[in-house]
């Protein structure tokens, strides 16, 4: 197996850690001269931090939220249509040659068969250009993504700071 | 609790993610106008992807490979010493107010009664000066960091490229 392939990578469970290492592979591959794009499905935020450092790492990185923040109960066709311009962004970004590595951040939340149905979703991966590394992340995979994946890892919560009252930091959360 | 209250964030366990979660905080806290500074106990290696990416998030972001690589017999002198200057710059870094994140990476390795006493280390910790965020990644942590740190992932391994011959990955693993 050659030096250049491209790895299909998940993160999920329950834990915090699986956007964050994302981030963090991102910075990584930056710095070998990848370029890396980071297509949010659930966040819509443009006033984040990582937002304002992937200025910082531009052109090799670019941050884009595409979400409609995230949905308890039911899906509107807003949030479906979002969710369906993002794969549509996500299915150019992986063809296009001008990315090396996509992260599709959150998008196991929308591998629903009335979003975007999870054998389509597969095919699509399965079908990306050799060398292009995916980033997955959210909770709750499908197993047929981690039988595709080729490394997963599994943030497990082990102790959370809200279960002792301490609010979410500028920072550290977002 | 104030919004700049300091977390103690532990990431942990076997799997993949651990260091690179902790990149990508730093990422973040680096666009919220944070300065930060990673230790790293054991990497020596200064061409590292995310040192290279480190640069272009000077000066508020510096990367510090301190150690003399994994000790997986006995501890040599000299890799107790690399561990002891590490752990001086990182008391320093805490109580220095220049930081406002001070990431140890692979402390956990090195919490030994004859490398670094882990009572020290906690109480040094507990000490720090408020709203200064500590980051340590590493295996096997000891019961009573677990205890004290606000925030614990532990990264749990399901699936691993090794596993089926995909050597690491430039970009990736480094």
Redesign the interface.
């Given at each position: 197996?050659p030096?250049?392939?491209g790895?299909l990578?998940?993160?999920?469970?329950d834990?915090?850690?699986k956007?964050?290492?994302?981030?963090?592979?991102?910075?990584?591959?930056?710095?070998?001269g990848?370029r890396v794009l980071m297509i949010q499905f659930v966040k819509s935020d443009q006033a984040?931090?990582?937002?304002?450092?992937?200025l910082?790492?531009a052109p090799e990185f670019e941050l884009r939220p595409m979400g409609c923040g995230f949905v308890f109960d039911e899906w509107t066709p807003e949030d479906i249509a979002a969710a369906r311009e993002a794969w549509a962004a996500a299915c150019a970004a992986l063809t296009s040659g001008q990315w090396?590595?996509v992260i599709l951040d959150e998008l196991t939340y929308c591998l629903r068969e009335d979003v975007l149905p999870p054998g389509e979703v597969l095919a699509a991966l399965a079908d990306r250009p050799a060398g292009v590394?995916v980033v997955i992340t959210g909770r709750g995979a499908p197993e047929a993504l981690?039988a595709a994946?080729?490394?997963?890892?599994?943030?497990?919560?082990?102790?959370?700071?809200w279960d002792?009252?301490?609010?979410g930091?500028?920072?550290?959360e977002?």
């Open positions: 197996m030096q250049d392939h790895l990578i998940l993160h999920t469970g834990g915090k850690g956007t964050t290492a994302a981030l963090g592979l991102a910075l990584r591959a930056v710095g070998h990848l984040t931090g990582e937002a304002a450092a992937a910082r790492l090396q590595m590394h981690v994946a080729d490394l997963v890892t599994e943030m497990r919560p082990v102790k959370h700071p002792a009252g301490i609010p930091q500028r920072g550290i977002f």
